[in-house]
């Protein structure tokens, strides 16, 4: 660490008042993240330090590397009282550092909402998107602070009707994050369509679970009335997304609460939970739908089994799994068999170890 950024990070305000540098300070660029005196200083709240470097001429609009400027350090740490001289002495409320990323945006992230007021005040424009087409609301969904989301729709009530690039909601970013008081308010408050889906078909039922966060996958079924057969542009149903991540307690979820079919089909490809577990290598997750009583011999559309799924994959637990629960080989469309798709030879061994089973 330079002395001068150490200074600066200290607030060790005699070495700039009375360095033998004189003044080369100003023009300190820091060599991995291009910060000014004036971005450190404003990071960690060193006011003292922030009006020094205003004084000597430092811009309030000098950028590092990240396109960041001081404005964006302050609002992204808490730092109130310099975002609050910050904007007085004229720094642009509205500045977009890389991504185009606002103050307001990154004062989203953190649960401080005299930030965002300061801001607001000021003009800070809630509409902004990054290049993700995120707006402030979207962000404050993700972070889970239900007052923050109040404090934006206070000053614009629509804010939350807003999609990203690829359509994802508020509601959406919420219910992936596992923000379960977030997802309660922004039902209960906000008019989103029940099942509002992405640009992939995906509901944000669907991102609680695969995400393994059954409380606010609950919140969305009583509150929200959500589908738990709803089907994405794949034709996959939340009981194949659980099994393709690997979400055993949201398996269990879906398949008791709802007493969903341990083989559903997606519409597509035919494929069942086993298939879609068996191509990911979830083995704790064909494990237990065998145990559950999956059929292991149903084919997909082209005529494979999860048995073909897996050993394509090279996913021998999973190979494994199938063979000592009854899994038989067969051709599928394309006149291949389960065995013949073996490349790895871990998967080529437990195909000859239970060769005998193999018909």
Same mark, same amino acid.
């Given at each position: ?17 009375? $360095? ?6 100003? @023009? ?5 993240? *291009?910060?000014?005196? #004036? ?14 470097? +205003? ?10 590397? $990240?396109? /960041? ?14 975002? /609050?001289? =910050? ?8 500045? =977009? ?5 606002? &103050? ?7 649960? *401080? ?33 239900? !007052?923050?989301?109040?404090? =934006? #729709?206070?000053? $614009? ?12 909601? &508020? ?27 992405? @640009?992939?078909?995906?509901?944000? #039922? ?24 709803? !089907?994405?542009? #794949? ?8 099994? !393709? ?22 519409? @597509? ?20 739908? +065998? ?38 080989? @067969? ?29």
């Amino acid at each position: 660490m330079s002395r001068v950024y150490k200074a600066a990070q200290t607030n060790d305000e005699n070495f700039f008042r009375f $360095d033998n540098g004189a003044d080369t300070y100003l @023009s300190y660029a820091h060599e991995k993240s *291009g910060d000014s005196v #004036l971005h450190i200083a404003s990071r960690y709240g060193h006011l003292n330090l922030v009006s020094l470097f +205003l004084e000597k001429g430092v811009s309030p609009e000098i950028v590092n590397l $990240d396109g /960041k400027r001081p404005l964006h350090e302050a609002a992204q740490n808490g730092q109130i009282d310099i975002v /609050k001289y =910050l904007l007085d002495y004229g720094a642009i409320v509205d500045c =977009l550092k890389r991504a185009d990323w606002t &103050p307001l945006m990154l004062a989203c992230t953190k649960n *401080g909402p005299e930030v965002i007021r300061a801001l607001l005040q000021k003009g800070a424009d809630l509409a902004l998107r990054n290049k993700d087409g995120w707006n402030s609301f979207h962000i404050a969904a993700r972070e889970g602070s239900v !007052e923050i989301l109040q404090l =934006l #729709l206070h000053h $614009d009530d629509q804010l939350w009707n807003t999609v990203s690039k690829n359509g994802r909601t &508020p509601l959406h970013t919420a219910a992936l994050h596992g923000c379960t008081d977030v997802v309660r308010f922004l039902v209960g408050s906000c008019d989103y369509p029940c099942d509002v889906v992405d @640009s992939c078909g995906t509901t944000p #039922l669907m991102d609680a679970l695969r995400a393994g966060h059954v409380d606010t996958a609950q919140v969305l079924v009583d509150l929200h009335k959500a589908d738990v057969q709803k !089907e994405d542009k #794949l034709g996959r149903q939340p009981v194949h997304l659980v099994s !393709e991540a690997g979400e055993l307690e949201a398996l269990d979820f879906l398949l008791d609460t709802f007493h969903l079919s341990v083989d559903t089909r997606t519409t @597509s490809t035919h494929c069942t939970p086993l298939h879609v577990a068996a191509k990911e290598g979830q083995d704790a997750i064909v494990g237990h739908l +065998l145990r559950r009583g999956a059929d292991v011999h149903l084919l997909d559309t082209s005529l494979r089994s999860a048995l073909h799924i897996a050993s394509g994959g090279q996913h021998a637990g999973c190979v494994e799994l199938l063979l000592k629960h009854g899994a038989g080989d @067969s051709q599928d469309k394309h006149g291949q068999t389960a065995r013949h798709m073996a490349r790895k030879d871990g998967v080529k061994q437990v195909f000859r170890k239970y060769l005998d089973h193999i018909t």
